[in-house]
């Protein structure tokens, strides 16, 4: 294992540690790019020509990990799943209501969705997403 190894798998496990402890979106994107920062200011000086594209390939690496765990945090903020969990456990058992509706509310303004009435209908748009994500369901074989 080389230095810049060493290094990465050092700001990975950062990383790993600041995804863990730090809860809040902005946060987190500041201490990912502080990590992805420090890592390329303390290994870039001290690089040969052959080791440049392996110095690439893991700040990129490191970058797209802070970009991927920051979907991950998106999506465990807003789950419905988990605030319904939550709501159970009796954290906040009047949010679960507005929970919904918010969701609700992103599909209305993304055209997902149209209210008729009290009932919500796909629209278009919704029924081509819906056929898109169905296709890559079957495609990859994801049970649900």
Known sequence: MTAIDGYGALALLAIALVFWFIRTIPAYLVAGAVIVALFGALTFGSLSWAEASNWLVMTSGLMLSVFGLLIVRVMLIRSVSLNLLGSMHGQRKESFGEDIGARLGDMRK???????????????????????????????????
């Open 110 to 144: 993304f055209g997902l969705i149209e209210t008729t009435g009290k009932d919500n209908s796909l629209t278009a748009f919704g029924r081509f997403v819906g056929g898109v994500i169905a296709l890559f369901y079957a495609v990859f074989r994801i049970k649900t």
